[in-house]
T-cell receptor
Framework: EAQVTQNPRYLITVTGKKLTVTCSQN?????MSWYRQDPGLGLRQIYY???????DKGDVPEGYKVSRKEKRNFPLILESPSPNQTSLYFC???????????FGPGTRLTVT | AQSVTQLGSHVSVSEGALVLLRCNYS??????LFWYVQYPNQGLQLLLK??????LVKGINGFEAEFKKSETSFHLTKPSAHMSDAAEYFC???????????FGKGTKLSVIP
C-alpha cells in the first residue's frame, strides 16, 4: 500500500529536550515536505526537499532542522523544543505529473 | 504570489441537504487546484484535483468541484450530506510545474441529523 508514515503519532516532551520525528514514504517520490497545523492558522510549511541532499526553508523554519540522506526518509528535528512548537505536524510526499501531495497521519507534539 | 481563500470557517448543513464549500484563488500562473479532507485525528486525504483537463471534477465520496476561471473559484459540492461527511475541508493550489502547495485556512463542516 502506497503511504507516508510518521512516528511517533503522539509525543509529550519538555522544553529543551532534543527530539526527532521520522517520516518515510514508499512511493519513490522525490519531493517531501513538513507542515505544522495550528487552530486558526491552517497548514504552514516548515521545510521541504526536492531530492536527496536538497532541502529548503518553508514559511516557518525557525527552530527546526531536517535532513534528506535517503529518498524515502525525511526526519524533522527539534534540537531545543519550546512550548510554541506545540502543534500537529504532517509529513507529505508528492508525485510530479501532476504534483499531488500525499500526507502522513500526523504527529501531535506537546512541549511543556 | 498565489493565495487561497475559503469563505466560512464553519459550515453547518442538515443531513440530506446540499453541501457547498467555497474556495477562491489567486494565481499568476495556470493553477492546479485540490480539495483535501481531514477527519478528526487523521491526516489529510485527497478528495479531488483539477489539473487543467475537465473543469468539472469528480472525487471520492460523492463530492465534485467545478473550476471557473472567470470567477477564480473552485467550490466543492455534494448533493446530499451524510453524517460521515463531518470533517474539515481544505482547498489548496499549486502553480503548474511546481510542487509547492498554498492552502486555505480550512472549513469545518458539521452535519446536523
Amino acid at each position: 500500500e502506497a503511504q507516508v508514515t510518521q512516528n511517533p503519532r503522539y509525543l509529550i516532551t519538555v522544553t529543551g529536550k532534543k527530539l526527532t520525528v521520522t517520516c518515510s514514504q514508499n512511493m519513490n517520490h522525490e519531493y517531501m515536505s513538513w507542515y505544522r497545523q495550528d487552530p486558526g492558522l491552517g497548514l504552514r510549511q516548515i521545510y521541504y526537499s526536492m531530492n536527496v541532499e536538497v532541502t529548503d526553508k518553508g514559511d516557518v523554519p525557525e527552530g527546526y532542522k531536517v535532513s534528506r540522506k535517503e529518498k524515502r526518509n525525511f526526519p524533522l528535528i527539534l534540537e531545543s523544543p519550546s512550548p510554541n512548537q506545540t502543534s500537529l505536524y504532517f509529513c507529505a510526499s508528492s508525485s510530479w505529473d501532476p504534483p499531488v501531495q500525499y500526507f502522513g497521519p500526523g504527529t501531535r507534539l506537546t512541549v511543556t | 504570489a498565489q493565495s487561497v481563500t475559503q469563505l466560512g470557517s464553519h459550515v453547518s448543513v442538515s443531513e440530506g441537504a446540499l453541501v457547498l464549500l467555497r474556495c477562491n484563488y489567486s494565481s499568476s500562473v495556470p493553477p492546479y487546484l485540490f480539495w483535501y479532507v481531514q477527519y478528526p485525528n487523521q491526516g489529510l486525504q485527497l478528495l479531488l484535483k483539477y489539473t487543467s483537463a475537465a473543469t468539472l471534477v469528480k472525487g471520492i465520496n460523492g463530492f465534485e468541484a467545478e473550476f471557473k476561471k472567470s470567477e477564480t473559484s473552485f467550490h466543492l459540492t455534494k448533493p446530499s450530506a451524510h453524517m460521515s461527511d463531518a470533517a474539515e475541508y481544505f482547498c489548496a493550489l499549486s502553480g503548474a510545474g511546481s510542487y509547492q502547495l498554498t492552502f486555505g485556512k480550512g472549513t469545518k463542516l458539521s452535519v446536523i441529523p
